[in-house]
């Protein structure tokens, strides 16, 4: 792990001070695509904690990696939302680290903390399309660009994979009734397109995955934060953007 680290070229961490028995790996997350490990040092105090996040088993059946790595190069050096990409290596990645607090429920139902949520939302909506999205993406004529109608569509056919496991039970089966969904899913689809052209509101970029576990708070802002509301940030990457148009 040290090894990898110095190759990238993280501050402090080239140090040849840095023995590999000082370095600390702690698993804090095991998420459905993730699992995420905090790296740190007990000898060079201004080395500081790096993030690794070691992909889930056919987690890119689900997500685009190339895609995601691309997105939050864009949002952090362009737009300063979001960790730095220090490095990537086959199945995951090492990203910068963001000491925090995950928010709860009751936190984002707090007023100021909801007000900067939205602020921060409204820094993630005026994000500039083209520069995040993927040009390669094939969106077919049944999704007409709706890049979420796209997703659904080709995260349908694992979906059904997975199901078919001998270790699924029937139980599980009926209560997610895919067939259903997707019945349903059509059926909204088509609504939705045949709305006139200026229906809703601009398209925007979208996170798609802010629940309250995904939002943090930062612990310690100093003085050098001038906006409040960048105390918040994200934790999970945004998975796509989306049409309100």
């Not at 110095?6 to 698993?27: G, N, S």
């Not at 000898?43 to 190339?66: D, E, F």
């Not at 490095?87 to 995950?102: A, Q």
Request: with cysteine; net charge positive; glycine share 6%.
């Amino acid at each position: 792990m040290l090894d990898i680290v110095r190759k990238l070229h993280v501050r402090v961490w080239t140090t040849t001070q840095i023995a590999p028995e000082d370095v600390i790996i702690r698993k804090v997350s095991g998420a459905l695509t993730n699992a995420v490990f905090f790296v740190s040092c007990t000898t060079i105090p201004s080395a500081k904690t790096l993030l690794l996040r070691v992909y889930g088993s056919s987690s890119g059946s689900l997500i685009s990696r190339p895609r995601e790595l691309h997105v939050l190069h864009v949002l952090s050096s362009k737009y300063r939302i979001g960790p730095r990409v220090y490095g990537t290596f086959e199945n995951g990645r090492i990203e910068e680290y963001f000491d925090s607090v995950t928010l709860s429920p009751t936190d984002i139902r707090d007023p100021q903390i909801s007000r900067w949520i939205g602020a921060r939302m409204a820094e993630l909506h005026s994000v500039d399309i083209a520069a995040v999205e993927d040009s390669s993406a094939k969106l077919d004529e049944d999704t007409r660009g709706f890049e979420v109608a796209a997703n659904v569509k080709s995260w349908l056919g694992p979906a059904e994979e997975v199901l078919k496991l001998p270790g699924i039970s029937d139980a599980v089966r009926q209560e997610l009734d895919l067939p259903r969904f997707w019945k349903e899913w059509q059926r909204y689809l088509r609504w939705a397109l045949k709305q006139p052209r200026g229906f809703g509101t601009r398209r925007v970029f979208g996170h798609n995955d802010a629940q309250y576990g995904n939002l943090l708070r930062l612990k310690d802002v100093g003085d050098a934060l001038i906006d409040e509301h960048r105390q918040v940030c994200y934790f999970a990457s945004p998975k796509a953007y989306y049409s309100d148009s």
